[in-house]
């Protein structure tokens, strides 16, 4: 069994959000005229004071550049300030919306508009001005993609033969525990609670939410061996993450969704495997097993079951496979 467990702030582990990184090589972040920069810089200030993750504050201020961006190009096309108008901000974020989808140089899935517009809500609301009244993208009616039988076989067996502990753990733990990649680097030595024969994984959520997942024996043994080598790494004893990098800091989210892509890569995978990938793996091979909703939101962290629902919707596979029922005259 599991649970997931609702907890103040105040048992939200402090300093667990994962490291800082640099921008990858190549990567440049948006130009903004001074004053939008100045409003960027007060918007993360406030983020560095919200109960939320690094990576989503991350996200936020990405989503947040971006549209200010745009905004620097646009704002002379609305009568009042989009930034202190609220009928001008809704104007704004409806053309924004249309120019992710149609009009950018880069049209943008309806999922990637949606986390788009949240990140506004966010920003618009520590602004003062509330939410937009924009409706939301309808998402597809698809199950996320998984791994198919023959590529989880594959991607087993690439992480069997990765030689780290380390890495083989962070890439197991989102495919048999059904953790998010930020919650995989915010775990520490004491949210994992082994006994001779079971195992139970503390994972931090969404929220301030932590949940409680029982460790499959695959990865149990794996762990133990990490948890084995772990106090040679360097300035073991000095932090609490659970995964270190190479200086004895926390290990980021960036570089654990490195190592993941990596042994994909070794695996032969042809689409590309990402923790959440791994995630909707575990969390469909659950609902169509007939495992109970409830179990299966609790495992995930999800706090609506219409979330987990969509685990049981057919696939792009499922449609493919409809077709080969048709019969044809050869």
């Not at 943008?108 to 520590?126: E, G, K, M, P, Q």
């Not at 001005?129 to 087993?156: F, M, Q, T, Y």
């Not at 033969?161 to 890495?167: M, V």
């Not at 079951?305 to 080969?324: I, M, N």
């Amino acid at each position: 069994m599991t649970s997931e467990i609702t907890q103040p702030g105040s048992l939200q582990k402090p300093g667990s959000a994962s490291e800082i990184t640099k921008p990858r090589p190549g990567a440049r972040p948006t130009r903004l005229p001074p004053a939008y920069d100045v409003i960027l810089d007060e918007y993360a200030a406030t983020l560095e004071r919200a109960p939320l993750t690094a990576e989503t504050r991350r996200t936020y201020r990405s989503r947040v550049r971006m549209y200010l961006a745009w905004l620097a190009d646009h704002a002379a096309t609305y009568t009042a300030d989009p930034l202190s108008d609220r009928q001008a901000r809704d104007w704004a974020v409806r053309d924004y919306r249309m120019w992710l989808l149609r009009d950018g140089p880069a049209k943008r899935s309806r999922v990637y508009v949606n986390s788009a517009l949240t990140a506004l809500d966010d920003f618009y609301t520590r602004r003062g001005l509330g939410k937009a009244d924009i409706a939301r993208e309808d998402l597809p009616k698809n199950a996320p993609r998984v791994l198919e039988e023959r590529s989880r076989i594959r991607w087993l067996r690439a992480v069997e033969a990765h030689l780290s502990p380390r890495d083989r753990c962070i890439a197991l733990i989102p495919y048999y525990a059904g953790a998010r990649i930020s919650e995989v680097v915010r775990l520490d030595v004491d949210d994992i609670q082994m006994s001779a024969r079971k195992g139970r994984l503390r994972l931090y959520g969404k929220g301030g939410k932590f949940r409680e997942v029982d460790i499959h024996p695959k990865l149990r043994t794996e762990l133990q061996l990490w948890l084995d080598e772990r106090p040679n790494w360097p300035r073991a004893d000095d932090n609490r993450a659970l995964f270190l990098n190479a200086k004895g800091g926390r290990l980021s989210a960036r570089a654990a969704g490195g190592i993941i892509a990596e042994i994909a890569q070794n695996a032969g995978l042809d689409d590309p495997t990402t923790a959440h990938v791994l995630r909707h793996t575990l969390a469909t091979t659950l609902v169509r097993g007939k495992a109970d909703l409830v179990l299966v939101a609790e495992i995930l962290g999800h706090a609506r079951l219409e979330t987990t629902r969509r685990y049981s919707l057919p696939s792009d596979k499922d449609k493919e496979d409809a077709l080969k029922l048709i019969t044809v005259d050869r």
